[in-house]
């Protein structure tokens, strides 16, 4: 019988079994990814259970489509499916350093669920879901990551500008494309963050960005590489017009009778990185993350406590009260783009309980004290941007598409840190830091 499972002779005999397959898992799956060692043991902790949430959310069975994927969670039986904006929207340069060539498969598989219908599939390749607004910049990110630490794939090039240019063709209004309602976004208990969005709005602009430099890369059709770049000053200058609001200094959010909603939430700050925010503006948006509003002792709170209207605590991770574990490092890896190490450490270190209570990062958490609901998934792949808040923030290592790799190193601590064994393109670097030293 196919579905029967065979007993060991007992737990010892399943105890070695276990061990000879994380012994082999972890060879190839750490190969290319550093230790990091640090006088600062809540650091060293806190950067080991991030790359163990990677570790535990990877499946090898010959019965799935894919015989060693990665899926969104998995450990308490649920989030089995491998979800883009979860593998591939957050840290997808430590996913591609963990799986190697495989992630190559990853994407094909994505792409061959039609990323117009579904932002997941099943173990069986199945597409699940529905269109995710934000499943254009997860997968652009995920193919663009392969690129600099790879090569830049035709096929998956061509997928890429398939979904950046489709998503052009959605319903706008003056240039902003309207995303419908929850279910496309970012399913939040209460109404706001729906329609005409600031994010993934001003991903677009990120999005065709990268895909120009792609195509050039690939020598791709250089007018419509011209006509891309020209696209992303028309879309910035369509979302501050449409979107910004001088007296909050925050971005709105748009229905399409004309009705005006201020959600606090912290996916505006993910704007930071697209192109859109002018330096005024950023300065205007950064004056939110305070104490109290986003800010608080066991990490940030997805809206802010100071949002009356939207802020509530049931739906910990995009309503308030906590974060989806994923976003906090993702905020702290902004600060360190914008060249604001104080801050982003500052952000960072509020998570780093997570690396002494927890085998590995839960699904979200819960800002005010140390815990996780305990209704929720009890681990997920996104804890992965820990690390990577490390390694490409404080550490400030970016590898490039041309094949360099150049390194700004951001430290805002007199802590010790050695990052050793960082594999780029064959080569091999390793990095020591402290407030007043770098060596690489």
Not at 133 to 156: E, K, R, W
Not at 269 to 296: H, I, N, S, W, Y
């Amino acid at each position: 019988d196919a579905n029967t499972v065979s007993a060991p002779a007992g737990l010892q005999a399943w105890e070695k079994q276990t061990a000879a397959i994380w012994e082999k898992r972890l060879g190839w799956a750490l190969k290319n990814i550093p230790v990091l060692t640090s006088n600062n043991a809540a650091l060293e902790s806190y950067y080991k259970r991030s790359i163990v949430s990677g570790l535990v959310c990877i499946w090898e069975k010959p019965e799935f489509k894919l015989h060693r994927t990665l899926v969104t969670s998995g450990l308490d039986g649920g989030g089995m499916n491998t979800y883009l904006w979860d593998v591939a929207g957050y840290a997808p340069r430590l996913v591609s350093l963990m799986m190697g060539d495989k992630l190559l498969d990853i994407a094909r598989t994505m792409t061959a669920i039609d990323l117009e219908k579904y932002y997941a599939f099943a173990q069986d390749g199945t597409g699940l879901g529905v269109r995710y607004a934000y499943s254009t910049a997860a997968f652009t990110g995920l193919v663009y990551a392969i690129a600099c630490q790879d090569s830049v794939y035709p096929d998956l090039f061509a997928q890429v500008k398939n979904l950046v240019l489709s998503d052009e063709k959605r319903p706008m209004v003056n240039g902003v494309i309207d995303y419908g309602d929850q279910h496309n976004l970012l399913e939040m208990r209460g109404m706001g963050w729906e329609h005409m969005v600031p994010s993934p709005n001003a991903e677009r602009v990120w999005c065709f960005n990268r895909l120009a430099d792609m195509g050039e890369k690939i020598g791709y059709d250089k007018t419509s590489i011209q006509q891309w770049r020209k696209k992303t000053d028309v879309i910035a200058t369509d979302i501050r017009k449409a979107l910004w609001d001088e007296k909050t200094g925050w971005f709105v959010c748009k229905y399409p009778d004309g009705h005006s909603e201020t959600v606090y939430s912290i996916q505006v700050f993910d704007m930071l990185r697209t192109g859109v925010c002018t330096p005024a503006m950023k300065k205007r948006m950064l004056e939110q993350l305070e104490e109290g509003k986003f800010l608080f002792p066991y990490g940030v709170s997805s809206v802010s406590k100071a949002d009356s209207i939207h802020y509530e605590v049931t739906d910990t991770d995009w309503s308030g009260g906590g974060a989806y574990s994923g976003d906090l490092p993702q905020l702290a890896l902004d600060l360190y783009r914008e060249q604001l190490p104080a801050k982003a450490w500052d952000v960072l270190k509020r998570q780093f309980w997570i690396g002494q209570q927890l085998p590995y990062f839960p699904q979200e958490h819960f800002c005010d004290r140390p815990g996780a609901p305990a209704y929720k998934r009890a681990n997920v792949v996104s804890g992965l941007m820990g690390a990577a808040a490390i390694l490409y923030g404080m550490a400030g290592l970016d590898p490039r598409l041309d094949g360099s790799l150049w390194i700004h190193p951001q430290p805002a601590t007199d802590d010790k840190v050695q990052i050793k064994g960082f594999v780029h393109r064959k080569h091999v670097v390793d990095v020591e830091l402290s407030a007043s030293f770098c060596k690489v």
